[in-house]
């Protein structure tokens, strides 16, 4: 039975329940101690989960909740991250130069969305695809953006409470991450989200009711572009090195992969879903070191494979993954996640 | 609003290829009036609501509402004119709730801005003041068309006769002054039926909405309509009140060419 | 020196419109534009590669088998992938290809990946067999065109004249209308996957020989071919085959008067162009959904 509501605000709230505020206050407790109690590669790998979250929110904002698709997000993280690295090279305060990234990306957003408001399926998975090729290509040719060499990223002057440089780094992502989710959450659940979610079901039915198909389309491009440049610029930070090479096609198809990983239109999924192949990939590059599957798969490999090419494993499981998932759990890590509230609520009858 | 006619549709003219599939159509409603268009399949009644609304541009021809020229206009704008309409097959927003179905309704009466729905789980954000306006009339509209139960399940798993009652009702919490409904009976049971002539009756008089209905139950466009018009190849066959217009020979002749609707 | 950037675009452009083809023939049966048809044409390659240098064979015995390789190819993915999606939308399907391309890609790396290795076709691609005042065309060139021609000239004729063909029709018309008339709709959007396959296996043996047998070898052309077909417009078999003519032309009279680098680029700004006035591609009716 549904609870009888006091007020209709408790739909809006961020925790539905004290039990929830208790668990999400644990949460994010335990991310900001991190740090006293685990080497810096781990916090590394968190900031790149982090990185990833933001730029699957974004996504998933386009593909999952307003029903577009786009092959060519890579080219907005790119974006993102040069702005960042030249406004820091001309001195402008890291603030600054995030938000910037965030805005001039988001223009860029607009500015593809335009030519892609009638288009449908391949036609424009063809021309978001263009669109990250382009990038790519333009900056490996501009070379004030260091070309296809790449630049370095100036390191920031943080000097909080003598906080060493990788913890600040792990405290700017993690905060901004939050934050980021936060606001996601709440443009969703809005009359914004909703129309979002409106012209994904149906754009007649969007239209007839009131909704102005072609300023929502590119709000949402725009949306899910500034989020992608705001990863971008993280990203660069915390890399410390870029060049147009990171940015190809295979990362918009990652990003792509995160959030059919995680589920479609849903913010828990985006976060599961980089959370979960960002840490898949990891394991995967050094598959050989897994115990047990790892001596097994190397046997297998030196009979009907090649030992050299084991590290490809990754991009067949992730195949295989990404299969089994539209298959069986079209809902993605949110769908399982939600079985197994419902199971353990049950449970045990 | 006392020098034109509330609703008018002049020598309206639409086809596709070589099919006119709307010839030469002229009518007027008038406020208040609970108006139905009549007619075969394919006689061109759900291409006049398209061309109303804003779905299809026609070739030639007017549609004015309260002296306002609607053709050129978007959808949206129409909507915002104070336009709402219901679809023959469906449109719903399958994978959200009723909830957020109907309060997709109120979309353009909203304001907030993308930043500021940022804010919408602080209480006293703009947004949520808004948000919660909102949802007390969406929840008016959820006890007048008795759809609580349905309130928080996705739409695509009600029974067809919800569905079609919560199109109804995201039309309704557009709070418009004209109101087309597309075969709002089709497919519903008997019992579904009755209700729905009830609460369309209660729409024109509690709420004071003019409606242009399309249907193909004859008894019920006897009994609920103001007014007819029946029309046949895009082009009308007469217009009147439901006696003259269903005994007119040629709507009878024109119904008998094909399966004949239930109760002439 | 038009003569030849002319002759050379008909070149490249026909293993574009080889690709295009490939992808409208499954799209016009599925709706689902295949990301793995690269692939798949690589993983096919490889088998003509094996055939060639391991097993000895000459080149033709090996074709007929690559094609049986690839037309089986073409059925795994349907038969074991596709069809098993339960009321999937679009995306789903896409996303299912993309799996199925990312599982060939890192089986053809795993097994062929770490050495560089040249594929040796009876046709070879520094001999000028045709010299005249235009243009000059190596026999690979030629063997090229000759095929691709062969190709769509049967792919043509298989569509049109044929029963095959007729049930292909039907069963993109409609689903459960051609079930009905007791053709399995199944059975004939696997045999469209299988051919499908099959062409585009024709073109990636045809493009081997001019780049380094590599796991990525067919990204480009398969992008090329994608964006062909949509210039084309998915739908119409003889749009998108004069989409890849089309763009091997655009691509080579850029790379050519301007710059080489930005070849790719252009051809894209150029569809991107093409797509924002006809949004559903240069041949193909752009569908408006019936209310
Ligand atoms: N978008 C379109 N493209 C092509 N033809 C169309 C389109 N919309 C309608 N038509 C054609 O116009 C004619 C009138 O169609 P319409 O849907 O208006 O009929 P209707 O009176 O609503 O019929 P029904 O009672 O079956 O709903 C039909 O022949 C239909 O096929
Ligand atoms: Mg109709």
Redesign the pocket.
């Known amino acids: 039975m549904r609870n009888l509501k006091t007020t209709y605000f408790e739909d809006l709230q961020l925790f539905k329940d004290g039990v929830h505020l208790f668990w999400s206050a644990v949460l994010i407790l335990a991310l900001f101690t991190l740090p006293f109690f685990v080497k810096t590669y781990y916090l590394t790998i968190l900031n790149l989960m982090a990185v990833n979250v933001i730029v699957a929110l974004g996504l998933n904002l386009l593909v999952g909740n307003t029903g577009q698709i786009s092959l060519g997000h890579a080219g907005f993280v790119a974006i993102g991250a040069y702005t960042t690295v030249l406004l820091l090279k001309l001195g402008v305060p890291f603030i600054f130069a995030f938000v910037a990234a965030g805005v001039v990306s988001a223009l860029f957003g607009i500015l593809l969305g335009i030519p892609s408001l009638k288009l449908e399926g391949p036609y424009l998975a063809i021309a978001t695809l263009a669109f990250g090729l382009a990038v790519t290509t333009l900056i490996g040719r501009m070379d004030f953006l260091g070309g296809r060499m790449g630049m370095n990223v100036p390191k920031l002057q943080i000097k909080w409470m003598g906080l060493k440089y990788d913890h600040a780094l792990y405290y700017i992502i993690l905060s901004i991450t939050i934050i980021a989710v936060i606001a996601m959450r709440n443009i969703l659940r809005s009359r914004i989200g909703r129309a979002f979610q409106a012209i994904r079901d149906s754009d007649i039915a969007a239209a007839a009711i009131g909704i102005h198909l072609t300023r929502y389309k590119l709000y949402s491009f725009g949306l899910s572009a500034l989020f992608a440049g705001a990863a971008g610029s993280l990203w660069a930070l915390y890399l410390g090195f870029i060049n147009p090479t990171l940015f190809s096609f295979i990362l918009s198809i990652n990003f792509l992969v995160i959030i059919v990983l995680g589920g479609l239109g849903s913010i828990t999924g985006s976060i599961l879903g980089a959370v979960v192949l960002t840490y898949l990939n990891l394991q995967l590059e050094n598959v050989v070191d897994i115990p047990l599957l790892g001596a097994a798969l190397y046997k297998f490999s030196e009979v009907f494979m090649t030992t050299t090419g084991i590290a490809n494993v990754s991009w067949v499981l992730t195949g295989f993954i990404l299969i089994l998932v539209v298959l069986y759990e079209p809902l993605g890590l949110y769908g399982l996640w939600l079985r197994t509230k419902i199971f353990w609520k049950r449970w045990p009858f | 609003m006392n020098k034109h006619t509330f609703f008018e549709v002049v020598q309206l003219n639409k086809s596709f290829g070589g099919l006119k599939a709307v010839n030469q159509l002229h009518f007027d409603v008038k406020e208040k009036e609970i108006f139905s268009i009549i007619g075969p399949n394919g006689a061109g009644?759900?291409t006049v609501f398209n061309c109303i609304n804003g779905l299809y541009q026609p070739e030639e021809g007017q549609i004015k509402f309260k002296g306002e020229e609607l053709i050129g206009k978007r959808p949206d704008q129409i909507a915002q004119a104070g336009i709402a309409r219901t679809f023959?097959n469906l449109e719903l927003f399958a994978h959200m709730t009723t909830l957020d179905n109907i309060l997709l309704g109120r979309h353009k009466s909203m304001k907030a801005s993308i930043l500021a729905t940022v804010g919408l789980s602080f209480k006293r954000s703009k947004a949520a003041k808004e948000e919660l306006e909102h949802r007390r009339k969406v929840e008016e509209i959820i006890d007048f068309l008795e759809l609580e139960a349905a309130r928080d399940q996705f739409v695509s798993n009600l029974p067809y006769g919800k569905q079609k009652l919560v199109e109804l009702g995201r039309a309704l919490a557009l709070e418009p002054d004209l109101l087309l409904l597309?075969?709002p009976a089709a497919g519903l049971t008997q019992e579904e039926r009755e209700d729905m002539i009830f609460w369309i009756k209660d729409i024109r008089d509690l709420l004071g909405i003019t409606v242009i209905l399309?249907e193909h139950n004859m008894q019920m466009v006897q009994n609920i309509s103001d007014r007819i018009l029946a029309i046949n190849f895009g082009t009308q066959i007469t217009i009147g009140t439901p006696e003259e217009v269903l005994n007119h020979p040629e709507v009878i002749k024109a119904y008998l060419g094909e399966d004949l609707p239930s109760t002439l | 020196m038009l003569g030849q950037l002319i002759v050379s675009s008909l070149v490249v452009g026909s293993i574009y419109a080889l690709m295009a083809l490939a992808m409208s023939i499954t799209y016009k049966a599925s709706e689902v534009p295949n990301f793995s048809q690269g692939e798949m044409a690589m993983m096919s390659t490889y088998v003509t590669f094996v055939l060639l240098s391991s097993f000895g064979l000459s080149f033709y015995p090996a074709m007929l088998l690559t094609v049986g390789f690839a037309f089986l190819l073409g059925l795994i993915l349907e038969f074991f992938f596709l069809r098993r999606a339960k009321n999937p939308t679009p995306l789903n399907l896409i996303v299912i290809t993309i799996g199925f391309q990312l599982m060939l890609y890192g089986l053809a790396g795993w097994k062929w990946g770490s050495e560089q290795r040249q594929i040796n076709l009876p046709f070879s691609e520094s001999k000028v067999i045709v010299q005249n005042d235009v243009f000059a065309l190596t026999e690979l060139n030629l063997a090229t065109l000759v095929i691709a021609f062969i190709v769509l000239l049967v792919i043509y004729l298989l569509i049109q004249k044929t029963k095959l063909g007729l049930a292909m029709k039907a069963c993109q018309q409609n689903v459960n209308a051609s079930k009905m008339n007791g053709i399995s709709a199944y059975r004939i959007m696997a045999i469209s996957f299988g051919i499908s396959s099959i062409v585009g296996a024709i073109a990636g043996v045809l493009v081997a020989p001019l780049l380094t047998l590599d796991p990525s070898m067919m990204w480009d052309p398969l992008l090329k071919g994608f964006a062909a077909a949509v210039l084309g417009g998915m739908k119409s078999l003889h749009g998108v085959v004069i989409g890849g003519l089309l763009l091997g032309l655009i691509e080579n009279l850029f790379g050519f008067y301007i710059s080489i680098e930005f070849k790719s680029v252009v051809a894209f700004a150029i569809i991107v162009l093409v797509l924002y006035f006809k949004p559903s591609g240069l041949f193909d009716k752009h569908y408006v959904r019936k209310v």
């Open positions: 009644k759900s023959q597309d075969e399309i």
